[in-house]
Nanobody, 125 residues
Framework: VQLQASGGGSVQAGESLTLSCVVSGRTSASGATGWFRRAPGKEREFVAG????????TYSDSVKGRFTVSRDNNGNTIFLRMASLRPRDTAVYYC???????????????????WGQGTQVTVSS
């Protein structure tokens, strides 16, 4: 299973940005998907997650109401729409997938088996 995140960039505070994560390879081996981020000097933290069928989503308190996670109809592209961005949202964003028997999202790094390379998001004030 391979994951490739894209869509990062530099924006002003208050603007929006949408990240994409393409899951490829043996996609049947993947379950729920999550987004994490790592800000400069901080630990990687959970941002949002979505179940394998897209019916269940979960968010960290810091992004709830501003970010929306979704997946396309075939389930292999996951999106993170980020609205009302703040400078504190500046980070490298990663997508990750759980194993196929884990269909619900979870909030811990160790819950995820497959990881993609990150994409940088920079929000300036």
């Amino acid at each position: 299973v391979q994951l490739q995140a894209s869509g990062g960039g530099s924006v002003q505070a208050g603007e929006s940005l949408t990240l994409s994560c393409v899951v490829s390879g043996r996609t049947s081996a993947s379950g729920a998907t999550g987004w994490f981020r790592r800000a400069p000097g901080k630990e990687r933290e959970f941002v949002a997650g979505i179940s394998r069928n897209g019916g269940v989503t979960t968010y960290s308190d810091s992004v709830k109401g501003r970010f929306t996670v979704s997946r396309d109809n075939n389930g292999n592209t996951i999106f993170l729409r980020m609205a009302s961005l703040r400078p504190r949202d500046t980070a490298v964003y990663y997508c990750a997938a759980r194993s196929s028997d884990r269909v619900l999202p979870a909030g811990q790094i160790n819950d995820y088996k497959f990881w993609g390379q990150g994409t940088q998001v920079t929000v300036s004030s």
